[in-house]
């Protein structure tokens, strides 16, 4: 028996904690209760039950949007259009309200986010675009649409009715914080257990090597970038039910958010790494952040700065602890 054997059979605590804390959802909860138990000590009102189902209903549309976002972003992509195609389809929605029930309203929203999305996956994926690229025209193309569809104002004709998917709540938790779990809970399974989701993570991985062993790569290539813009529009609806208000500029920066929470969750942007469930932790994290300065009264123009300096941080801390613990 060797002296590294012995240390290591005398040791398995360590082991065990070594190993644990190489998981990452390991490490994002941890991180996401230190944040807690900080600005608990802060704030008074951090851990209130009022403050914590506000927090809860705050990380709804983002959380939506990340879901999508992490679909793309573990293919090695990006979409930096989810902001401008939720502002679409949201006016799309307000305007198909007028003329037909609320659930084709939505169905017909969703459909043109997934179409959208459609068109983005094949331009990148069957004409060898740059996904930045692609995702950045979109983005300025729905945006632009956005505002000729609705006059350039806001469509406040919303039934009231539409507020029923927010406002009503099964054994006291909201129906849209239920979609929001119920949501990631089934990406989890898919990403997990199904072979379209290892599929997704090979490609990302090795695009080539995924073709050579015969995973039908265009089609879970081009699939992520529907979920997103479909998603992009499931996350809008609920904003607009909140509202009963349709407006342009809605999901402005919806992009920038989504895409810090999933690399917050642990999820490389070459793809191929990541993870649902630190995706989740990621948005619980920036809602947390955001919630936690508004308490303090941190004056909005230092709220940017203050929730950049914490993602940079918090990513350096990740990667350097993942570093060590996963050489």
């Known amino acids: 028996m060797t002296a590294d054997t012995a240390s290591q059979r005398s040791s398995p605590g360590r082991s065990i904690g070594r190993r644990l804390i190489g998981r990452l959802e390991v490490r994002m909860t941890l991180l996401a209760l230190l944040i807690a138990f900080c600005l ?18 705050q990380s709804v549309v983002i959380g939506i949007v990340a879901v999508g976002m992490t679909f793309v972003i573990l293919t090695g992509g990006i979409d930096l259009s989810v902001g ?13 309200l007028r003329e037909m029930p609320i659930v084709p309203a939505i169905a017909l929203a969703v459909a043109a986010g997934g179409f959208i999305g459609l068109v983005s996956g094949l331009l990148i994926n069957v004409f060898g675009l740059a996904a930045f690229v692609v995702t950045l025209g979109v983005m300025a ?16 004709t919303i ?5 029923s998917i927010v406002y009503t709540t099964v054994l006291g938790v909201p129906t849209n914080v239920i979609f ?3 949501l990631y809970l089934a990406a989890f399974l898919y990403l997990t257990y199904t072979k379209g989701g290892r599929t997704i993570y090979a490609v990302g991985s090795n695009k080539e090597a995924a073709r050579a062993a015969g995973l039908s790569v265009l089609f ?13 529009a499931v996350a809008i609806t609920f904003s607009i039910a909140q509202l009963l208000s349709a407006d342009p500029l809605m999901g402005n920066a919806m992009e920038l958010d989504a895409i810090a929470a999933v690399v917050i969750g642990g999820a490389s942007l070459y793809g191929g790494r990541g993870s649902i469930i630190g995706t989740l932790f990621g948005v619980f994290i920036m809602v947390m952040i ?38």
């Open 40 to 57: 608990s000590f802060m704030s008074p009102y951090f851990l209130t039950q009022s403050n914590i189902f506000n927090m809860l209903d």
């Open 84 to 96: 401008s195609v939720a502002g679409l389809t949201g006016i799309i929605l307000g305007l198909a």
């Open 141 to 156: 193309i729905g945006r632009s649409l956005a505002y000729i569809l609705s006059g350039q104002t806001a469509i406040s």
């Open 159 to 163: 039934p009231d009715a539409m507020q």
């Open 180 to 182: 929001l779990l119920a």
């Open 220 to 232: 879970y290539a081009v699939l992520p970038y529907v979920i997103s813009g479909a998603l992009s």
């Open 290 to 327: 955001r919630n936690g300065l508004n308490l303090m009264g941190v004056s909005p123009f230092w709220q940017g700065t203050a929730i950049g300096t914490i993602i940079i941080v918090a990513l350096l801390a990740e990667r350097l602890v993942s570093s060590k613990v996963n050489p």
